[in-house]
T-cell receptor, first 117, second 115 residues
Framework: GAVVSQHPSWVICKSGTSVKIECRSLDFQATTMFWYRQFPKQSLMLMATSNEGSKATYEQGVEKDKFLINHASLTLSTLTVTSAHPEDSSFYIC?????????????FGPGTRLTVT | LAKTTQPISMDSYEGQEVNITCSHN???????ITWYQQFPSQGPRFIIQGYKTKVTNEVASLFIPADRKSSTLSLPRVSLSDTAVYYC????????????????FGKGTKLSVKP
């Protein structure tokens, strides 16, 4: 149980274009989803938190107009990288969690490798 | 904000027991301790979670002393496939609030298992 998928697993796009990454919880309802970014040989960095039906909360230094997050349902959240540039090339990972749990537990997707040329 | 400190890397041999310690001196009363494993180009995988004393599951044990200022992940009889980065996180999900939340990954410990 608690499976999270991401699509696509990898994507190559040209500079200036936009890319959408989907994150789905397959067997549970995720009231909260998180988006991380990970550069090579570095740790995960939280970008934003999204709750179903409300606006995402972005971490300091993350441009909300560049990284658009939509959490339209309890099983789907999307991250759109707008006007992508080579410096946006990274490994993007989502995670999902259910509400009402006292413990700190989130389930991660397999990640999406974005390369901007 | 409970920050964590782990060794950057550890080496081991197949069949040995590996213990990775994480320091979290300012852990809060409601904080849980969670360990994740990450292979290259994959999302982190949940290993184990605990609040106090000892927790054991089919893959690992987690030892937490009474003061909860540290925790030790114990991997019994490691194999080559256990080579990965291990992250320790401390926090409570529902206390999350923007940049003051608890969803901060430290640098992790890179475990290398040799034959």
């Amino acid at each position: 149980g608690a499976v999270v998928s991401q699509h696509p697993s990898w994507v190559i796009c040209k500079s200036g274009t936009s890319v959408k990454i989907e994150c789905r919880s397959l067997d549970f309802q995720a009231t909260t989803m998180f988006w991380y970014r990970q550069f090579p040989k570095q740790s995960l960095m939280l970008m934003a938190t999204s709750n179903e039906g409300s606006k995402a909360t972005y971490e300091q230094g993350v441009e909300k107009d560049k990284f658009l997050i939509n959490h339209a349902s309890l099983t789907l959240s999307t991250l759109t990288v707008t006007s992508a540039h080579p410096e946006d090339s990274s490994f993007y990972i989502c995670s999902a969690s259910t509400s009402g749990r006292a413990s700190y537990e989130q389930y991660f997707g397999p990640g999406t490798r974005l390369t901007v040329t | 904000l409970a920050k964590t400190t782990q060794p950057i890397s550890m080496d081991s041999y197949e069949g040995q027991e590996v213990n990775i310690t994480c320091s979290h001196n300012n852990i809060a009363t409601n904080d849980y301790i969670t360990w994740y494993q990450q292979f290259p180009s994959q999302g982190p995988r949940f290993i184990i979670q605990g609040y106090k004393t000892k927790v054991t599951n089919e893959v690992a044990s987690l030892f937490i002393p009474a003061d909860r200022k540290s925790s030790t992940l114990s991997l019994p009889r490691v194999s080559l496939s256990d080579t990965a980065v291990y992250y320790c996180l401390v926090g409570v999900l529902r206390d999350y609030g923007g940049s003051q939340g608890n969803l901060i990954f430290g640098k992790g410990t890179k475990l290398s298992v040799k034959p």
